[in-house]
T-cell receptor, first 120, second 113 residues
Framework: GAVVSQHPSWVICKSGTSVKIECRSLDFQATTMFWYRQFPKQSLMLMATSNEGSKATYEQGVEKDKFLINHASLTLSTLTVTSAHPEDSSFYIC????????????????FGPGTRLTVL | QQQVKQSPQSLIVQKGGISIINCAYENTAFDYFPWYQQFPGKGPALLIAIRPDVSEKKEGRFTISFNKSAKQFSLHIMDSQPGDSATYFCAASRASGTYKYIFGTGTRLKVLA
């Protein structure tokens, strides 16, 4: 149990285009989802936290108009990188938390396999 | 106060040896401390986690030691194997509010055959 999937696993796009990444919880209700980005040989950097049905909360320094996050259901969150540029190339990872009380510990996050974005 | 400091940055261990990775935190409100293992190109996977009400937790070859007064916790990998070669991250979070994780900087472990 507690499986999180991401799609696509990798994507290559041209500079200036937008890219959407999906994050799904397959067997639990993800009341909260988190989006991270990770540069090579670095740690995970939290970009934003989203609760189902609410606007995402972005970390300081993350452009909310560039990284659009939607968490419309308890099993799906999307991250859209708008007008992508080469500096947005990174490994994007989502995680999900089940806050319904059905699963303990209640602050455990389950991570997806990541999406490698390359912007040419 | 939100930082989690992790050391060493890299570690080389002989097969069968013990790998030890240390983390230190500042915020006493943290009450959940997980360790994650990450292979190249993959998402992090939970190894083991601990809460401050216990000083040690063991699962198979993996043990977390927790020192609440020193605000430190460590991961011990016993009988290290080449398949354990990966990057390890510690994290800390609170049991309320956003529940977000503060990650350490990571330790790249290489176990020599």
């Amino acid at each position: 149990g507690a499986v999180v999937s991401q799609h696509p696993s990798w994507v290559i796009c041209k500079s200036g285009t937008s890219v959407k990444i999906e994050c799904r919880s397959l067997d639990f209700q993800a009341t909260t989802m988190f989006w991270y980005r990770q540069f090579p040989k670095q740690s995970l950097m939290l970009m934003a936290t989203s609760n189902e049905g609410s606007k995402a909360t972005y970390e300081q320094g993350v452009e909310k108009d560039k990284f659009l996050i939607n968490h419309a259901s308890l099993t799906l969150s999307t991250l859209t990188v708008t007008s992508a540029h080469p500096e947005d190339s990174s490994f994007y990872i989502c995680s999900a938390r089940d806050g319904t009380g059905d699963r303990t510990p209640y602050n455990e996050q389950f991570f997806g396999p990541g999406t490698r974005l390359t912007v040419l | 106060q939100q930082q989690v400091k992790q050391s060493p940055q890299s570690l080389i261990v002989q097969k069968g040896g013990i790998s030890i990775i240390n983390c230190a935190y500042e915020n006493t409100a943290f009450d959940y401390f997980p360790w994650y293992q990450q292979f190249p190109g993959k998402g992090p996977a939970l190894l083991i986690a601990i809460r401050p009400d216990v000083s040690e937790k063991k699962e198979g070859r993996f043990t977390i030691s927790f020192n609440k007064s020193a605000k430190q916790f460590s991961l011990h990998i016993m009988d290290s194997q080449p398949g354990d070669s990966a990057t390890y991250f510690c994290a800390a979070s609170r049991a309320s509010g956003t529940y977000k994780y503060i990650f350490g900087t990571g330790t790249r472990l290489k176990v020599l055959a």
